[in-house]
């Protein structure tokens, strides 16, 4: 009996090995790894950091992020971009708190072969992120930041002062893009009631605050000023409270995972007016959220299709089949890779890579560096900002954010 | 296929239901083949091929039958188990060498389990650790087999129990024995930490890691089955204070070791915060037995007061005290709202305490946000805190003594280390003082604690008050090795985590809390395939712990801890009276 | 006037929902005084479980017909919830049943946290919110007060439906007699197994009940914000649980009672006091505490029940 029981689970045992014994994913060449046969990489191996939430509730963003400069990575494997090096993309989870930002930035700065980094999503713990890096000469490029004190300190315009040689970011600050939308909200628009609602975040606050300044100044009337949180659901009672003063637009400082369906509780309790946000609710998710017909939103950069790098980024990132859409940042976070690498092949030009002169010196080439990125042409003023100051109003048409008109913000 | 060959050591498991009892004569032979299958596993290759991501460590796609020397890693430890488990089996004098080989067994069965896997996941099938084209590779299921067998040697065998050593020698020799294994520990501590190097570079560090914690494991069982692990406890039990003093000595002294880099460095900060704030919370929680679910708004008052205080550019206040003064300052800040937070117990018990703290860590973190008073930064957080100073050198610098260069963030790591010491010294006496024992009679039946003269309303708002000084001064060196603090980092899921690190090491014991933060810090680290799945591995580890240990890794061994059914055992006769007789109704 | 009038239409209705959810603490906490921390969770299991059928499973043809997809899927949110409130009972508490208090507590914690990355991690694109669709008549009610008080009707579905199933689940417990059966085991499971009542039934028809009712809950929820995030079911739940303490724990009236207490503190707080909507969650909890420390029978509760 039991020696029958043996002898049948033995067999069953010996089938399922024979089945699955030539099951492997063995390659051609094996050992080389993404960087394909034909590059030269005989002088080892170079990485490429991002600090970016990879978990919680940012993570839609920051995956996006992470896709977008794997995507960058690989390409310039591809293409040999970096001669006698293997690049390699690292990318560590800041879980959207300061301090898991610093331990991650702290492991990428201890790795001698680490270039540069890519990231942050949030301005908070890009100020963690920042003095560490900084103290390693990595340079640092963000997609994504845009408290203005990040690059020009405490008083942004008042006294501006570099806070960090290596810190630079190819976004907008809110400096910008918060006047850019008054101007087209107030004078384009013409709308003179204008409530004003942040999620309390830097980045909300931040152009909350500045497109209020700028509303003001061009004479429209602020009527409300209210704040949510950033993972409330219910905004029932702020609407209320905004309701009676019969507001004819809602500026939004914040992300689409609140604008959505603030919006759309918005047209809940009657309020059919439309709400402008800032890059952060330009997202699919937006509208599949409750943004309705006719909400504005301002994003960095001119429109993709006018842009043809634009449109091969989108290809590619399609074409990699990356499970996560490349979200707000992605080409941000593709462009902020390019940058690195190709400050990182102008530092290396002839020489080997030693961190001590090497990380210096791509510093510096990012600062002289001039790109065409999927986001528009790329160039650092003295304090690290971009100088692209090209932006762009959508509006929800149809499901999708259209372009509506393309400038500059002149003051 | 080639498989059939290796199919016939499956047939000495066959008889295991019922013909069991029939090897019990041949278990010296079992041991001996199932040491042998073990040696030859791990000269056996291990993968068929280069895996895609690049080779598997310790040489897996090689065979180590010409070079028997050249084994490294996880094969070097296989080598090392096969070899004592044949000396197990042919040496008749060792003690408990069932118990033993079973250890050695399971040590086996895991290194080639996570190994095997680990290469049969990469290379895309079962092909890449069996056969695949032409070449062949059985190591991994040839240690199995001996695992397998070593294990099925000690079932058969009797298990003897654990022999009690009482090698007493020269109390010289004894300090000379502790150092030697307390060094010993220092370089395991570190080689765990640095296994599988780290960075993208590093493709298999999960796997080597976990390799690693498995061979140690088996290690550590067949240390413990001979009764060597027990000695060694014994000694230190027989020299307290030197081996106190030593281990302190030791953890100073792991930034001399392989882990001594930035990195690790910042690693052990972090887990170093988050053990004095543990320990702290062990007080409350192991010891008075009050639920709190709120705990981590400690460590952020503590750390907005020292930021507030530290002369940061961003902060409200905007003066600069000296460090030590600030500490100061922060313990009794946070321990006044411990104290707040803790008056209601005078009315609320139990679960309902529970959910009034988890409402002020909640009511915290709210405040926190909304920048409350200016205090906090809101979401723009307190960026900018310049680093702690003393003799004119900075916190945040890297240190050169002579030849020794020590990494950045080693100032952190020590004062944090003293901090660790000094928050369980305060632990330590805390336990076997009045005010412990008063606090366990609460714990144990608060009633019956009342009616024996406790004055239990005081002293439960001195547990609370007390642990929340310890966070306190753990938030203050947070604060300036972050050099940000942010609401964030003080959230419900943190204080999840504080109360799963000390339910993890153990409720009520000093060590506990320390083991508990490391293990939870430490596996995110190291295990980074799995990040996408750690926060859910932690709720189910959560669960499973309470079901199956509730008592912890490092159970409480003479008070019966909150969460252990059985009755007490009997106490040992120690040094320390227990107060349970007193108390008990 | 129409602001307060506004205000308390706000608040009444996420009150509804915030009761319904609280219904399934109360039942619980009444049976084995657990507080079951992870109820919060089986709500927002119910609303994907809702959403996750309709996107993958149904036909279209199906999905576009409101009075036809709303039972469904107010049906199918209340199975999703009931099966996980069954299974984590069965698995995770009742081995548990006559542990020192402490231990299911922090099992309910760490049920919580792995309900929640579950669905985070295995339902497509969780990691941020994911759309609801509107299974419901869509717009509002505008009742002629002052600038117009606006009700949404889905929002008059959830108070219906909350007062319709707290009416029906109170009949039961009192008339029926396995509500009989519960009650009894709610006073003493000894004595109540000596009667003839087998406790381990009773206790897993009770988390069948509050788990049925939390996934409607989940699914009025999605339908009236049209949206759901894997944090719902966190905020939500410690809503709830003050709901149903603010009520008097193990009350039935008490829950709705309480939920419908809290939707209004919430609103009118976050439209009068100071600080404004950034800190009503800051009153809720300023609440809970005053309730727990002051009056921890609550509004209902005959006794205060200390638990040793």
Redesign the interface.
């Known amino acids: 009996m039991t020696r029958r029981r043996t002898v049948a689970a033995a067999a069953i045992l010996a089938g399922a090995l024979a089945l699955t014994a030539c099951g492997t994913n063995r390659q051609e060449a094996p050992g080389t790894g993404a960087g394909g046969a034909s590059c030269d990489t005989s002088k080892g191996t170079l990485v490429i950091g991002m600090v970016a939430p990879l978990s919680g509730g940012l993570s839609a963003l920051g995956l996006g992020m992470r896709n977008s400069a794997d995507l960058a990575v690989k390409q310039a494997n591809e293409s040999c971009a970096v001669p006698g090096y293997q690049l390699v993309f690292q990318a560590e989870d800041d879980q959207a708190t300061p301090q898991v930002a610093g331990q991650a930035a702290t492991k990428l700065a201890s790795d001698d072969n680490v270039v540069g980094v890519v990231g942050t999503l949030n301005s908070s713990t890009a100020q963690t992120v920042q003095p560490i890096l900084a103290g390693k000469s990595i340079v640092q490029v963000s997609p994504a930041n845009t408290g203005p004190s990040l690059t020009r300190g405490e008083d942004p315009t008042g006294a501006p002062k570099r806070q960090f040689e290596s810190y630079f970011r190819v976004s907008t600050t809110d400096l910008v893009q918060g006047p850019f939308a008054a101007n087209y909200l107030v004078q384009k628009a013409g709308k003179k009631n204008i409530a004003v609602i942040d999620d309390g975040k830097t980045y909300g606050v931040g152009l909350a605050n500045e497109f209020a300044k700028q509303a003001e100044k061009l004479g429209a009337n602020i009527v409300a000023r209210e704040r949510v949180g950033e993972k409330d659901t219910d905004f029932n009672p702020v609407i209320t409270k905004i309701r009676p003063l019969n507001p004819d637009a809602v500026y939004y400082g914040g992300e689409y995972p609140v604008a959505g369906p603030l919006s759309r509780q918005l047209a809940g309790q009657g309020l059919d007016i439309p709400l402008m946000g800032g890059d952060g609710i330009v997202d699919a998710k937006f509208v599949e959220l409750g943004g309705r017909e006719g909400d504005l939103a301002t994003n960095v950069g001119a429109p993709t299709e006018s842009l043809p790098s634009a449109a091969k980024f989108v290809a590619d990132y399609k074409a990699a089949n990356y499970p996560e859409p490349y979200s707000a940042y992605g080409a941000f976070a593709y462009d902020s890779t390019n940058v690195i690498i190709q400050a990182l092949k102008t530092a290396l030009a002839g020489g080997d890579y030693n961190p001590e002169t090497t990380r210096p010196a791509i510093v510096k080439a990012v600062q002289d560096i001039k790109l065409d990125g999927a986001g528009g042409p790329i160039s650092f003023d003295e304090y690290g900002d971009t100088t692209n100051k090209l932006l762009t109003v959508y509006t929800v048409k149809n499901g999708e954010f259209t372009p509506i008109e393309t400038g500059t913000f002149e003051g | 296929m080639t498989a059939t060959t290796e199919k016939k050591p499956p047939a000495h498991a066959a008889p295991r239901p019922k013909g069991i009892a029939a090897l019990k004569p041949h278990t010296t032979t079992l041991m001996v083949v199932g040491g042998v299958l073990t040696l030859l596993g791990s000269f056996l290759p291990w993968a068929t091929f280069v895996l895609n991501k690049g080779p598997y460590p310790a040489q897996a796609t090689l065979q180590n039958f010409t070079a028997p020397l050249a084994s490294s890693g996880f094969r070097l430890h296989l080598v090392l188990f096969g070899i004592a488990a044949i000396v197990v089996a042919l040496v008749k004098r060792i003690p408990a060498r069932h118990r033993i080989a079973r250890a050695l067994g399971y040590g086996t069965i895991a290194v080639s389990v996570i190994n095997g896997l680990w290469i049969t996941v990469e290379g895309g099938g079962l092909g890449a650790i069996t056969a695949s084209e032409g070449s062949v590779a059985f190591g991994a299921i040839v240690a199995l087999i001996g695992g397998i067998v070593l294990a099925l040697a000690s079932r058969v065998g009797d298990l003897e129990p654990v022999p009690e050593i009482g090698w007493k020698f020269n109390r010289w020799v004894e300090w000379l024995i502790l150092l030697v294994v307390i060094v010993l520990l220092l370089l395991l501590v570190a080689a765990v930490l640095t296994s599988g190097g780290f960075g993208a570079t590093a493709t298999y560090a999960g796997a080597v890691f976990l390799s690693f914690l498995a061979a140690l494991g088996g290690f550590l069982g067949a240390l413990h089955a001979a009764g060597l692990l027990g000695w060694v406890n014994a000694l230190f039990d027989r020299h307290r204070g030197y081996a106190v003093i030593l281990l302190l000595v030791a953890a100073l002294c792991l930034p001399l070791t392989s882990a001594g880099t930035e990195y690790w460095m910042t690693v052990a900060t972090n887990i170093g915060v988050y053990a004095a704030t543990a320990i702290g919370l062990n007080i409350v929680v192991g010891l008075a037995g009050l639920l709190d679910l709120g705990y981590v708004a400690f460590l952020g008052i503590g750390a907005f007061v020292a930021a507030n205080l530290s002369g940061a550019a961003a902060s409200a206040v905007g003066i600069h005290l000296p460090f030590p003064l600030v500490m100061v300052i922060a313990a009794v800040i946070a321990g006044i709202f411990g104290a707040i937070v803790g008056s209601p117990t005078l009315r609320v018990r139990g679960d309902y305490l529970a959910i009034v703290t988890l409402a002020f860590g909640e009511i915290f973190v709210r405040s926190a946000q909304n920048n409350i008073g200016g205090l906090t930064g809101g979401s723009n957080a307190i960026p900018g805190i310049p680093p702690v100073e003393a003799f004119g050198i900075g916190f945040d610098q890297a240190l050169r003594i002579g030849p020794v260069s020590l990494p950045r963030g080693v100032l952190y790591y020590f004062l944090i280390v003293l901090l660790v010491a000094f928050v369980m010294a305060v632990f330590a006496n805390l336990k076997y003082s009045r005010l412990g024992r008063a606090w366990i009679a609460i714990r144990e039946d608060e009633d019956a604690a009342r009616a024996m003269g406790i004055r239990t309303g005081p002293v439960k708002i001195l547990a609370f008050l007390i642990g929340a000084m310890l966070a306190g001064l753990a938030g203050a060196i947070f604060a300036h090795k972050t050099a940000t603090v942010s609401y964030e980092s003080f959230r419900f899921l943190e204080s999840v985590t504080l109360l799963a690190a000390v339910v993890l090491g153990g409720m009520g014991t000093i060590p506990g809390a320390v083991l508990g933060a490391s293990i939870l810090f430490i596996l995110p680290e190291k295990l980074r395939e799995f990040a996408d799945y750690r926060l859910l591995l932690f709720g189910i580890a959560l669960v499973l712990i309470m079901r199956y240990r509730p008592q912890g890794l490092v159970p409480d061994a003479h008070r019966r801890a909150e969460l252990v059914e059985e009755p007490e055992p009997i106490d040992t006769g120690g040094d320390k009276p227990t107060t349970r007789e007193a108390v008990a109704p | 006037m ?2 307060l009038m ?2 308390i239409v ?1 608040g009444l ?2 009150g509804s929902l915030i009761g319904l959810i609280a219904l399934g603490y109360t039942m619980v906490y009444g049976i084995i ?3 079951n921390f992870a109820h919060g969770e089986v709500f927002m299991v119910g609303a994907y479980g809702a959403v996750g059928t309709a996107t993958f499973v149904l036909p279209t043809a199906v999905t576009t017909q409101w009075w036809f997809l709303l039972p469904i899927m107010i049906v199918i949110g209340a199975l999703v919830s009931m099966v996980v409130a069954i299974l984590m009972e069965r698995f ?1 508490y009742r ?2 049943r ?10 309910a ?10 669905v985070r ?1 295995f339902y497509p ?1 969780a ?5 609801f669709p509107s299974i419901f008549i869509p ?2 009610l ?1 009742l002629p007060i ?3 008080v ?1 009700i ?1 009707y889905s929002g008059i579905l959830i108070v219906v439906v909350a007062l319709v199933l707290a009416f029906a689940l109170n009949t039961f417990v009192e008339q029926t007699r396995l509500g009989r059966a519960m009650r009894a085991t709610a006073q003493d499971r000894d004595v109540a197994r000596l009667m003839g009542i087998n406790p381990d039934r009773v206790i897993v028809l009770t988390f069948a009940l509050g788990g049925a009712l939390a996934g409607v809950a989940g699914v009025l929820y999605g339908n009236f ?3 759901i ?1 894997i ?2 079911g ?2 939500n739940g ?1 809503f709830a ?1 003050t709901a149903a ?1 603010l009520g008097g724990i193990g009350n039935i009236r008490g829950a709705v009672v309480g939920g419908l207490a809290i939707g209004l503190i ?2 009118l707080a ?2 009068y006091l100071p ?8 009153w809720i ?2 609440v ?2 005053a309730v ?3 009056r ?1 029978q609550g509004f209902f509760g005959e006794t205060e029940r ?3």
């Open positions: 129409s602001i506004s205000q706000n209705i996420l005084q657990l507080i995770a081995p548990l006559n542990a020192p208090r402490l231990a299911p507590l922090i099992t914690l760490g049920v919580s946290v792995a309900l929640q990355e579950a991690v694109e990691t941020a919110a994911i759309p717009g509002a505008v002052g600038d117009g606006p949404q914000y049209n949206f995030n944090d719902m966190f905020q410690i649980f303490v919430k609103s976050g439209q600080g404004g909507g950034a800190y009503d969650y800051v909890f300023v809970l505490i727990l420390v002051f921890p200390v638990r040793a």
